[in-house]
């Protein structure tokens, strides 16, 4: 029989700690259209080529960063759950966004999935907080989830063939949209089903973006129903490209023999079975598949230049062997954001599990017939009619009521659901997940008007008060409460009583919507009251700085410094790190110095302000000393995928290579 049962996972790990107090006001960089080959543009399938860069994000909003992680690991239980039968154990992470740890193959003893060590946060997820291993489901828009480290709703539900399965299910709050995850092991089957959906509750069309990343070690081959593919690397250029050589006779199917990083979204022919499988030298390894709705398979490598190497390294502990990622999406590429209509969902079926080809021909020469090998031996373990039946048997169970929760994720989904009425068969938001960092709204929803925390203040646990009473104080200081920034909760705003709190939120929500000098008139109408003033100038600072005012920003970011200081500290080292970082910009050292020295030492030890140290000595014309950070030695827990800033200071510092250790940079040098 299949049991789905509790468990835990001891691992080193570095606590993820707490969220980026700020409202993720910044404009996101390089989420416009790709650069496209104009002699390969002609090619472009007409979908593919309405949808590249349709839709970007703006912000991150209403979503926090998640950057609060360092990198002193020590010995950590993970709740899991596992499902199992006689020939797999499959070990899921409800916590971290659901992630499956593992994929062990019974028989032969097999782990079919690269398994991290270590769980070591990275800043590679839209919002911060991301780590590297097994299988993660990846929704929202193009990147990891911000879901990647956060807790999802788990409960048992009853499966297909009248065995349990898993469903996981939250509310995605980028797209504000509802999905699931249903996992499930029949109890004669060497393969991991895996049903998905994606609903859209409301009454206008939504872009949507999933795509499912598999971690496989490195050493193998990967392959996939495809003679050409697109290639989209860290200079952000799209060509198309053969498959499997590329045109310096590379085979690119072998995630070693790629110097860069980069990806490759196979162009599967419409018809074809969609699939992908990474086989190692003996012909084993693990096969993906599924339903023909999730249409997209793409391989992504880190290559065996410098860079690659060192966010390997970056990612785990030292010794581990390397990995790449073979995925699967509802897009040909990454770069689209197909669109559910009012009202509509998208659904399909994947399978996971393990595959066994002739080695001879998976590593031969002739890639058709390579590809054909793995295809035969793919109808043979799991045919492509069985996939298809299974999808429909678990329709006919998707709606169905989950159990108990075996872990609970956010109360977002139950505060939309309250707000909007929506009826979700199969994943329910009940009111009684709604928590501290919704009760304001839900108050907002009763009454038509925000609680009064002082100037927009987080409230205190427990803070929205009962008819009749006064509102507790908030400590000076203390950051604003999250904004949902949906059309609902911005009409709500926009008629509430116009004190400084619902300017603020006001502001943030019509910031999210594109609207930045609406935004800007709400929170300087809300600035003329403020009893603490530091929120509104914080959101006008940055206004200033995305319209490229660097002097009156600069300003701003120092008076809403000056304001906050003295109050909660985790807001005044996220002010704080701004704050340098735009004085710097503007050229204003002195002020840069006055505000780093005021934070508290624990603080200014962290890399991040190491490196803006080592930036401030550079401008005050010390660079013997900024040398010398460097020296010392320092890390940038949250520096991001592709950064270059090491790079760039070190060059300002030293006419010498970069030192191994900040040897971050994705593209090659000089491009």
């Known amino acids: 029989m299949t049991t789905v049962r509790r468990a835990v996972l001891t691992l080193p790990a570095a606590p993820l700690g707490p969220d980026n107090p700020l409202p993720a006001l910044h404009r996101l960089d390089g989420a416009g ?60 992470l409800p916590g971290l966004g659901g992630r499956i740890h593992s994929l062990h193959h019974k028989p032969t003893g097999r782990e079919l999935l690269y398994r991290n060590p270590v769980l070591q946060p990275a800043a590679f997820a839209l919002n911060g907080a991301w780590f590297s291993g097994g299988i993660e489901w990846n929704i929202g828009a193009r990147g990891h989830t911000t879901l990647s480290c956060a807790p999802l709703h788990a409960a048992v539900v009853a499966a297909p063939d009248g065995g349990e399965m898993l469903r996981l299910w939250e509310w995605e709050r980028l797209r504000d949209l509802p999905f699931q995850v249903d996992l499930w092991l029949p109890a004669d089957a060497a393969h991991l089903r ?40 860290y200079t952000r250029a799209l060509r198309r490209v053969p498959v499997p050589c590329s045109e310096d006779g590379t085979d690119r199917t072998y995630p070693l023999r ?93 399978v996971y599990g393990p595959l066994s080809a002739d080695p001879a021909t998976v590593h031969g020469a002739d890639w058709a017939a390579a590809r054909a090998g793995v295809e035969t031996a793919l109808a043979e373990a799991l045919p492509r009619a069985e996939v298809d039946t299974a999808y429909e048997r678990w329709r006919t169970a998707a709606d169905t009521e989950p159990g108990p929760l075996l872990a ?87 008629t509430a009583p116009a004190d400084p709190v619902t300017e603020y939120h006001l502001g943030v929500a ?33 206004a200033d ?41 503007a050229n204003r050292p002195a002020e840069a110095r006055g505000v780093l020295s005021r934070l508290p030492e624990e603080v200014r030890a962290r890399g991040a302000f190491r490196y803006l140290e080592a930036r401030l000595l550079l401008a005050e014309g010390r660079p013997a000393e900024a040398r010398a950070v460097f020296d010392a030695g320092f890390e940038v827990a949250d520096l991001r995928e592709g950064a270059e800033e090491l790079g760039e200071l070190w060059s300002r510092i030293a006419d010498e290579p970069l030192p191994a250790a900040y040897e971050f940079r994705m593209r090659p040098v000089g491009e």
């Open 545 to 585: 700085r995305e319209d490229g005012h660097r002097e009156r920003a600069a300003d701003r970011y120092a008076e809403a410094f000056e304001a906050q200081y003295g109050g909660d500290p985790l807001v005044t080292a996220a002010l704080g790190r701004e704050t340098v970082t735009v004085l710097l910009g």
């Open 258 to 350: 790629s110097t860069h990083a980069g990806d490759w979204f196979y162009a599967l022919p419409d018809g074809r079975r969609r699939w992908i499988a990474a086989l190692d030298e003996n012909g084993e390894g693990l096969v993906q598949t599924s339903t023909d709705g999730l249409l997209g398979r793409k391989l992504f490598v880190w290559g065996t230049g410098p860079g690659g190497r060192r966010w390997q390294e970056w990612l785990t502990e030292p010794g581990t062997p390397g990995y790449a990622e073979i995925q699967a999406g509802l897009a040909r590429t990454q770069l689209e954001h197909p669109v559910i209509e009012a009202g509509e969902e998208v659904s399909w079926l994947e």
């Open 408 to 494: 609970a994720g956010s109360g977002w989904g139950a505060l939309e659901v309250l707000c909007g009425g929506y009826e979700l068969p199969g994943t329910p938001f009940p009111d009684s997940l709604i928590g501290e960092e919704q009760r304001p709204w839900a108050h907002l929803l009763r009454t038509g008007a925000l609680p009064a925390p002082e100037s927009g203040a987080a409230p205190v646990p427990g803070a929205v008060p009962p008819p009749g009473t006064a509102p507790e104080p908030a400590p000076h200081g203390r950051a604003p409460w999250p904004t949902p920034v949906s059309d609902a909760w911005r009409d709500m705003l926009e």
């Open 194 to 233: 895996v049903g998905v959906r994606i609903r859209n509750p409301h009454e206008r069309a939504v872009p949507c973006y999933w795509w499912s990343n598999t971690a496989v070690p490195e050493d193998r081959r990967v392959l996939a129903p495809a003679d050409t593919a697109w290639h989209f690397g």
């Open 510 to 542: 019509q910031r999210a919507a594109g609207d930045l000098a609406q935004a800007v008139r709400s929170w300087e109408r809300g600035l003329k009251n403020a009893a603490e003033r530091w929120p509104l100038l914080y959101c006008l600072a940055v």
């Open 33 to 92: 259209t790709p650069a496209v080959d104009e002699r390969d543009r002609a090619a472009l399938p007409r979908d593919m080529a309405r949808g590249l860069g349709h839709a970007p994000l703006r912000t991150l909003l209403p979503t926090r960063m998640r950057d609060g992680y360092g990198r002193d690991r020590t010995p950590t239980t993970l709740d899991t759950v596992e499902i199992e039968n006689e020939y797999l154990r499959v070990t899921v």
